[in-house]
């Protein structure tokens, strides 16, 4: 076996000193390999021009000679470097700032390559970089690569680095690929993709190393996702869950509505899952109001008729005591025993709540964050039912399995995820889809006005609560910001108590106590409550059929899924619901947004033209996403390889010879390195 480049040190690399050692690693770059596969996020153009084409302030490189003497000048610790220069027939002066050293070099009549800002006007170009055609290596004519490093690490360095690296070890770089997916796609040898992606000859080569090189770092991505999978739904000892379905069609029957095709189709692939040996690990997704609480119930149900516990974890104290209050009606009758356990619940009773888990007393615990965490203990968890927010990057889910327990799980998002995104963030998961909402419901009907709008708005909310329905009005602040002119909820509370004396108004938002908010929500639950105030913390999950008003306050400062989330608390129960979005959206963007939501009540569709808009680093947002970060892939762009890279991957794990044959070696080694299994072999 050849040395792994990644062995190798950057210090082996001719021109790299400690010091650059020390510089490089700053970028996550210390071996050979890492070195290779920094690529560069821009080219600039160094083919030479003709002045005459070139426009005032544009950026040009030039063949000249030089044509006088130069003359420097220094003022403080600085210098400028000035000389004529010929090219065609152009006559003009080049100067350089800080370059004092190249002034023994221009002799006049030696031929100079110029980069750098045409100024029309003073026919004088500022020169950025220079170099000499009779010293060997120039620039000029070619694509320059452009990396995103800093420092002391100049561009011009890091090129002559990469320049000798791949010298010195390009013949060296192994292909990964497996030879039957590169003849399929006709891509690039490796050896030449990675050489051509810092240094192409022109754009086409360019291209199709970058299209090389997108692929396979697709394709390595997937083949982990596919690899966990693989492992974990054919090696490992999961829950069997051995409830009939005469015990489970009795609890289905007890629920007050027929469950929804879509719903049906659902649970039969999760009892699928959970009935075998396999360690379930699916992802439900639907709409907002689509029902997936229901399902998650009959599956929760499920576990517990096998003799298991169960838990629901949930991002808010309010959607956990929620869940809990629904989760209780439905099971009470047939003696399931629900707990609640968050950060707020304290002392004898949380003492009380871990010992009954402990013993097995309690069925279901429905909680925060911290119930698989902290100093819980079950006596036998069958399942774990997450809903969104948790989302675990796949090292983390594993973890989570290998805290002993083995159960099922079960993610719920109420995101729809365009599918390129699912398949990445979730890529080993089973995904389910609720493509459908229960029957019966009324559309709910959108309208956007401007801020001069808000008397009619008054009177919509008047004519609403007087019919004996309850409001939402979402803030996107707190209290009043000297910096942001929006409406804030402390104030809108205020007016609104003035402008309905008739009504009890509600204020909620995060700075709340826990107790506090729920207070609040059990009000409002209830109806002693009419109009909520609220910030976005009632955006995830919370069931007020009642309600049938959103009134979403400067709705452009809002993200599109998070508006549809908003949208999502009305239109759940028998009467017809509205949304109103108020906005005078100051850019393209927000009045984007708001012809979204006007436009469509369909999740999926929201989803798609939010990617459109943003772009998929920003889609989850930052915290806990579980999207990779792809150094040149681009999830929307690249759509197509997304999914031709999954299906490959998933092709070639699902062939026995993918795990014992030696031209597969280099990707199991791979794997090992990405922490898909240990050892050697996989028995
Ligand atoms: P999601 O969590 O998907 O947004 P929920 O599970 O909260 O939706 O369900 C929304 C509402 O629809 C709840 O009030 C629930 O009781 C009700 N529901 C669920 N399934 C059905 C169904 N099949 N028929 C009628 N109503 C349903
Ligand atoms: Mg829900």
Not at 2 to 10: K, M, N
Not at 193 to 216: L, W
Not at 507 to 532: A, C, I, P, W
Not at 651 to 668: C, E, G, H, I
Request: glycine fraction near 8%.
């Amino acid at each position: 076996m050849s040395l792994d480049l990644d062995q190798i040190s950057v210090r082996k690399i001719n021109g790299v000193s400690a010091l650059k050692e020390g510089e490089l690693h700053a970028f996550g770059v210390s071996t050979v390999k890492e070195l290779l596969e920094y690529y560069p996020f821009r080219y600039e153009d160094y083919r030479l021009r003709s002045l005459s084409e070139v426009k005032d302030g544009e950026r040009v490189t030039i063949q000249a000679k030089i044509a006088g003497a130069p003359v420097l000048q220094r003022y403080g610790g600085k210098s400028r470097l000035t000389c004529k220069m010929l090219a065609e027939n152009w006559m003009f002066s080049a100067t350089w700032f800080n370059r004092h050293f190249l002034k023994e070099q221009l002799t006049a009549g030696r031929e100079i390559v110029l980069t750098g800002k045409w100024d029309q006007r003073r026919l004088q170009l500022t020169v950025s970089e220079s170099d000499f055609p009779d010293k060997g290596i120039s620039r000029s004519g070619t694509l320059q690569p452009v990396y995103s490093i800093g420092g002391k690490i100049t561009q011009a360095w890091i090129r002559k680095t990469m320049n000798q690296a791949l010298q010195q070890y390009g013949e060296m770089i192994p292909e990964i690929l497996p030879p039957h997916l590169i003849q399929k796609y006709r891509l690039m040898p490796r050896k030449q993709a990675i050489a051509g992606i810092h240094q192409p000859s022109d754009t086409g080569e360019g291209q199709q190393a970058r299209r090389r090189m997108v692929y396979e770092e697709l394709f390595l991505f997937q083949l982990k996702m596919q690899a966990y999978r693989a492992l974990n739904h054919g090696k490992m000892d999961g829950v069997v869950h051995t409830a009939d379905n005469t015990t489970i069609r009795e609890f289905v029957r007890s629920l007050p509505f027929e469950l929804t095709d879509a719903q049906k189709k659902v649970e039969l692939e999760i009892l699928h899952d959970m009935r075998s040996p396999y360690c379930m690990n699916r992802l439900l997704q639907g709409d907002v109001g689509s029902g997936k609480t229901v399902v998650a119930a009959i599956a929760l149900y499920t576990t517990v008729r096998s003799g298991n516990q169960g838990a629901l974890m949930v991002p808010t104290e309010i959607l956990a005591e929620q869940h809990m209050r629904s989760l209780q009606r439905m099971f009470q009758p047939f003696g399931v025993t629900v707990a609640l356990l968050t950060g707020s619940v304290t002392g004898k009773k949380r003492k009380d709540v871990l010992a009954s888990l402990q013993m097995g007393l309690t069925d279901i615990v429905v909680g925060t964050h911290a119930l698989i965490q902290e100093e819980v203990f079950f006596r036998q968890l069958g399942l774990v039912v997450t809903d969104e927010q948790h989302r675990f990057g796949v090292n983390q889910r594993s973890v989570l399995r290998r805290k002993g327990y083995n159960p099922d799980v079960l993610t719920m998002t109420a995101t729809p995820i365009p599918r390129t995104m699912a398949i990445t963030a979730f890529g080993d998961m089973d995904v389910s889809t609720l493509s459908e909402r229960p029957k019966g419901r009324i559309p709910i009907t959108t309208h956007w006005v401007k801020h001069d709008m808000m008397d009619r708005v008054l009177g919509f909310i008047r004519r609403e609560v007087d019919q004996g329905r309850q409001a939402y009005l979402i803030c996107p602040l707190i209290e009043e910001s000297d910096k942001l002119d929006v409406q804030n909820a402390i104030d809108l509370h205020v007016q609104m108590q003035q402008a309905f004396p008739q009504f009890k108004v509600g204020l909620l938002h995060g700075r709340m106590t826990s107790g506090e908010k729920d207070e609040v929500m059990r009000d409002f639950y209830s109806n002693d409550l009419q109009l909520l105030i609220s910030t976005t913390v009632v955006e995830v999950g919370v069931d007020v059929p009642n309600a049938t008003l959103m009134v979403i306050m400067d709705a452009d400062r809002f993200g599109l899924s998070q508006l549809h989330q908003l949208r999502g608390r009305v239109g759940r129960g028998a009467h017809a619901s509205f949304c109103i979005l108020v906005a005078d959206p100051k850019s393209e963007v927000g009045r984007e947004r708001m012809e979204v939501m006007t436009d469509t009540e369909d999740g999926f569709e929201v989803a798609r033209r939010d990617l459109d808009l943003r772009g998929p680093g920003d889609f989850f947002g930052t915290k806990q996403s579980g999207l990779p970060e792809f150094r040149l892939a681009d999830m929307v762009a690249d759509y197509e390889v997304v999914e031709q890279a999954r299906e490959d991957a998933a092709a070639l794990v699902s062939d026995a010879s993918f795990w014992t044959s030696p031209s597969y070696s280099l990707l199991r080694e791979h794997l090992r390195k990405e922490q898909v299994f240990q050892g050697d072999l996989i028995d």
